[in-house]
């Protein structure tokens, strides 16, 4: 049997379906689209008496039926044509009213139904009641109380599902009590002539302007039957409105008496007076700012703040701890596996492959698990809370002049540390053309690993004001976005942000199981694609820098590899950005080449092509960081290297922020437009700002 | 009284007359509205405005939402005075 859960977005489904499932629960996409898709099997109990074996389908979380946002019509059509036998409506006591609102959509289905009355125990302490039987009564579906949160009445709940979902079921609507009852009434029987599945369902949806697929010959047959409505002065012809004001004023009406509220119980609850310094004209901006500060700086920074000034060196915040650690296990499990392959005998190309590029491209890109899993722990944590919400309301004015709504603020914000978790963060949007634009604005903010490459220009092109140019880079990274945020609204994905109608959720304590779960989820993602996407380009690109067309072995990178002829044949292509007018120019070009795995490696790459000499990473080195200094200086002009600067800032950042735009996309044609928007706006802004140097007089 | 939604300054309430008008592109928007509650009838309490002056927060239906003001500029309340 399958059981799907359905409700309203914050009233407890995810714990619910946590707690039913344990831990067989797996995430998936619903086919063509980004929104999870989770299911799993009952984990029953002897003291449930339910036998048989039930799948679980959580639905996403909605506040109607209507076929407006692809959460609508993911949970409409499972609801509708995948037939599920029961549905377990979770409703949100002390929300009963709008809660109720969607339980009375999914009633008009013939599917059985069973409502799960949530937060009975929270209503209960600010002062109110619900009488669940009498719910029961007047809803005419089974009614249990449970609280997911302290796992009680779960036992009852399944097994009266399993009985309901045994006993065929008719739709009924709350509109039918309207002045469009009859008109229901007669449509619904059209349909039903008709063969039709969930004919009262479909007969609402019909008043409201929606006829199903393939019955468009009885159109006419409707219109006439809606003709005979009498909306009266108030909604004239609006259909949609005269419904759901039928619907609301119908849960008014049936259910008074069932819920007791006290008068004001909510007028200043402790979530409102939390609201009232989180969200204060003044305070609630600097409050949100002093916050992220803090998030990314215990995710990013060494030392952390003031430990410098206790100890010699001070002490690395715990992302920066975690990836040292995480990066000398992958360190050494690359030695450990290239030792073995050495003592058994293996071929110098064959261990070169395997602990050079497989172990050293899925190890780099693993380091980052630490960083992410804290971003993404930060992250669960404002979601569950409560507050990511208001972040949005906070930061939504500042961000609609560029197309983007609130919602999209933390995503880039988190762009700053790492494009790859920033990507996954771009699930918290409702409208998918806002989804990808962030996604593609992506890059421009500056990621931690592009830093080193504007240390090294900083402090060899621009001595003594390094910092100014590391923060022209930034703000270039910035005005790029905007620039092409407002370009891209006006073209491929044309529109305003998409609405703002959002929920303030009441504050929380987060629960630390769905934290744990929800940081599962997440991670699991990443480590899958690391070792295969990833593991696969690394492999490709590892034999293109270490064979030459001949397909002998040569010095990585070398002019003679492939990626080196590659780099020399694209030279033409960057000579109007300045910086590929000298013979040595093909090395900076195979760097921006390798950029484009990763941005870590820019700077090795030019350490190995300027100084072939030196022994050492120029990345960690400090030899060899002087020499290519000295390297860098001889060969670009200030305006050169902003240039060559600004093209790595705006350029596909690497193989993973590929790997998880594509996650994200799904599409293939996305993907490849994405990676070339993203090396035309390189090209362009790297145009832009050698040109405008020049000019300035650099 | 009668003003619209947008209007409002915070700790005003007011009964929503109607929500105007189905223009081009605003279907979303117009239902959205109605499925969280905002339909003739509903009583509306304005709670606050966001640092910026926009997104407003209000009280409907026993619970918190936000809007854009743009987006509540279509509904029409009536505020007594009391």
């Known amino acids: 049997m399958r059981f799907a859960l359905a409700g309203n977005p914050n009233c407890g489904k995810t714990t619910l379906f946590n707690l039913l499932t344990g831990s067989t629960a797996h995430v ?74 969607l339980t009375t959509q999914i009633m008009e289905s013939d599917i059985p139904v069973v409502v799960a009355l949530n937060m009975t125990d929270v209503l209960r302490k600010n002062g109110g009641s619900v009488d669940a039987r009498e719910l029961s009564e007047r809803l ?35 509109i039918e009590n309207s002045c469009m009852g009859d008109a229901v009434r007669d449509i ?53 409105a005269a419904a759901a004001d039928a619907r609301y004023g119908g849960i008014t009406e049936k259910f008074r008496g069932v819920v007791t509220l006290l008068p004001g119980a909510r007028g200043m609850s402790v979530s409102d007076r939390i609201d009232r310094v989180l969200t204060h004209k003044l305070l609630g901006l600097p409050i949100f700012f002093i916050f992220m500060y803090f998030v990314f700086h215990l995710t990013f920074a060494e030392p952390l703040l003031f430990t410098d000034l206790v100890t010699d060196g001070g002490v690395p915040s715990p992302g920066v701890m975690m990836q040292g650690w995480m990066g000398s296990f992958t360190e050494w499990a690359r030695g450990a596996v290239g030792g073995a392959m050495e003592s058994a005998g293996a071929s110098a190309w064959a261990k070169g492959l395997v602990a050079d590029g497989v172990f050293a491209g899925v190890g780099s890109v693993l380091s980052f698990l630490p960083q992410i899993l804290m971003l993404f722990l930060f992250l669960s944590i404002m979601e569950d809370s409560g507050y990511m919400a208001r972040a949005a309301f906070l930061m939504d004015r500042p961000l609609r002049r560029f197309g983007l709504s609130g919602k999209a603020f933390l995503p880039l914000l988190m762009g700053f540390g790492c494009s790859v978790p920033a990507m996954m963060g771009t699930r918290t949007l409702d409208d998918e053309k806002e989804r990808r634009l962030t996604i593609m604005l992506m890059p421009f903010f500056s990621c931690g690993a592009k830093l080193p490459i504007w240390a090294m220009f900083g402090a060899a092109v621009f001595p003594g004001s390094a910092g ?71 492999v490709v690109i590892w034999c293109l820098s270490n064979f030459n067309f001949s397909l002998d072995m040569v010095e990585p990178n070398s002019p003679g590899s492939i990626v080196g002829v590659l780099g020399r044949l ?37 350490g190995v092509l300027y100084n072939p000499e030196v022994e050492g990473d120029a990345l960690e080195d400090e030899t060899a960081s002087g020499a290519l200094a000295a390297a860098l200086v001889a060969s670009f002009s200030p305006a050169s290297a902003l240039s060559f600067m600004t093209f790595n800032l705006l350029s596909v950042p690497c193989m993973a922020a590929v790997a998880s735009a594509n996650g994200e996309m799904r599409n293939a044609r996305w993907i490849w437009g994405t990676i070339a928007f993203w090396l035309l706006t390189a090209w362009c802004g790297a145009f832009i700002v050698f040109h405008a140097a020049r000019l300035l007089g650099f | 009284m009668r003003k619209c939604l947008n209007e409002f300054t915070p700790g005003e309430t007011g009964t929503v007359v109607r929500v105007a008008g189905a ?30 002056g926009d997104p407003m927060e209000i009280t409907i239906r026993g619970y918190e939402l936000s809007v854009r003001k743009v987006e509540v500029e279509a509904v029409l309340m009536e505020c007594g005075e009391k």
């Open chain 1, 570 to 606: 694209a030279v033409p292509i960057f000579i109007p950005l300045g910086f590929a007018s000298t013979p040595e120019a093909w090395k900076a070009v195979v760097a921006i080449v390798t950029g484009l795995i990763a941005k870590e490696m820019v700077v090795s790459t030019l």
């Open chain 2, 23 to 52: 223009g081009a592109g605003k279907g979303l928007q117009r239902q959205r509205l109605f499925d969280m509650g905002i339909t003739p009838g509903a009583e509306i309490t304005m709670r606050k405005a966001a640092p910026l």
């Open chain 1, 468 to 538: 100014n140019a590391v923060f022209a880079i930034y703000a270039i990274g910035i005005a790029a976005a905007v620039v092409t945020s407002i370009i891209l609204r006006k073209t491929i994905l044309r529109g305003a942000a998409s609405v703002f109608i959002m929920e303030l959720p009441a504050y929380h304590l987060p629960r630390p199981l769905n934290l744990l779960i929800h940081l599962w989820e997440k991670t699991r993602g990443f480590v899958i694609r690391a070792t295969t996407i990833i593991a696969g380009a690394t």
């Open chain 1, 188 to 240: 619904a029987r059209l349909f039903r002539e008709r063969g039709l599945t969930n004919p009262v369902f479909r007969a609402v949806k019909a008043i409201e302007g929606n006829i199903p697929r393939g019955e468009a010959d009885l159109a006419g047959e409707i219109e006439d039957i809606k003709g005979r409505i009498e909306l009266g002065e108030v909604f004239e012809d609006d259909f949609e």
């Open chain 1, 140 to 174: 005419g579906a089974p009614v249990v109380s449970i609280s997911a949160l302290r796992s009680e009445g779960i036992d009852e709940l399944m097994r009266t599902a399993a009985e309901a979902a045994g006993k065929p079921r008719n739709g009924s609507s709350i």
């Open chain 1, 28 to 101: 998936g996409n619903w086919p063509g689209v980004t929104v999870d898709r989770r299911e799993g099997v009952y984990k029953g109990t002897p003291r449930s008496g339910v036998s048989q074996k039930i799948e679980i389908i959580d639905l996403p979380g909605i506040y109607s039926l209507s076929p407006y946002t692809p959460e609508e019509v993911i949970a409409r059509d499972y609801i509708l044509e995948d037939g599920p036998d029961l549905v377990i409506n979770i409703v949100d006591s002390t929300n009963l009213e709008r809660n109720l609102y």
